[in-house]
């Protein structure tokens, strides 16, 4: 979540970053939204952060989509919820 949450970061603007984040039906869901999506300055990164964080996430069974109606850019990350009882 590291990488999508400071992307965020870096590409907010006034009104700053919301996260939510929820668990329902053993699935955990984290919300990022952006009021403004601007581009990080150039030379900050190589541009592969999203690329591995989004592969990570889906070897565990998860999704990430990315949605920018409204005047405004969403990252949701699902999860299945981790089985810690060996189930």
């Given at each position: 979540?590291?990488?999508?949450?400071?992307?965020?970061?870096?590409?907010?603007?006034?009104?700053?970053?919301?996260?939510?984040?929820?668990?329902?039906?053993?699935?955990?869901?984290?919300?990022?939204?952006?009021?403004?999506?601007?581009?990080?300055?150039?030379?900050?990164?190589?541009?592969?952060?999203?690329?591995i964080a989004r592969t990570i996430?889906?070897?565990?069974?998860?999704?990430?989509?990315?949605?920018?109606?409204?005047?405004?850019?969403?990252?949701?990350?699902?999860?299945?919820?981790?089985?810690?009882?060996?189930?």
């Open positions: 979540f590291y990488n999508f949450l400071h992307n965020a970061l870096q590409s907010a603007q006034k009104g700053g970053v919301t996260v939510d984040v929820a668990v329902r039906d053993a699935v955990v869901t984290v919300s990022i939204q952006n009021p403004v999506l601007k581009k990080a300055p150039h030379g900050n990164g190589f541009g592969i952060g999203f690329h996430i889906e070897a565990h069974y998860g999704q990430v989509t990315l949605d920018n109606r409204r005047e405004e850019f969403r990252t949701l990350i699902t999860l299945p919820q981790a089985d810690y009882h060996g189930g």
